[in-house]
């Protein structure tokens, strides 16, 4: 019998994380409340950084729908659009529409329409199923959160969740 092609790209996941904690931490003004735009597997993997960046006293909120949480333009926010493809319709709503008010913007994405956008932007792998780039996805917006003083030294974090997660799949990072 076959292994599961899915299995084999849940088992690249604590390889992503590790490759993560590799990057380079993005500069970016330091910000008190963080939005992060994402659906189905890139909302998931903000939540995962947003959970990781708990300790901060900062607000990181994920938004999952079109356009944004109504505080956000108020807030002057950061918005980080998570899209794996660069195309999600809802994320790229709230990207366009924090552009359009002036807030600072962040983004990760494989490419599409995001790639062609001059915004600060983390650059993941591309040809995945978006909800097997969960490590990369997950690299990348704490990456981000890291840079804005949100989260605090995410490569040993990403490090130590690669070691973490290879253990719990039965190998290692």
Known sequence: MSRDPMLDLVLQVPDQLARGAEWETPEMAPNDHVVVLGMGGSAMAARAAAAAAAASPAVVHVHQSYGLPSWTVARRALVIAVSYSGNTEETLSGLHLAMENGLAVAAVSSGGAVAEL??????????????????????????????????????????????VVGSSLGGGA
């Open 118 to 163: 001059d915004i600060p932007r983390v650059d993941i792998p591309g040809g995945l199923p978006p909800r097997a780039a969960l490590g990369w996805q997950t690299a990348a917006v704490l990456r981000l959160l890291e840079g804005t003083g949100v989260a605090q030294d995410a490569t040993a974090s990403l490090a130590e969740a690669a070691e």
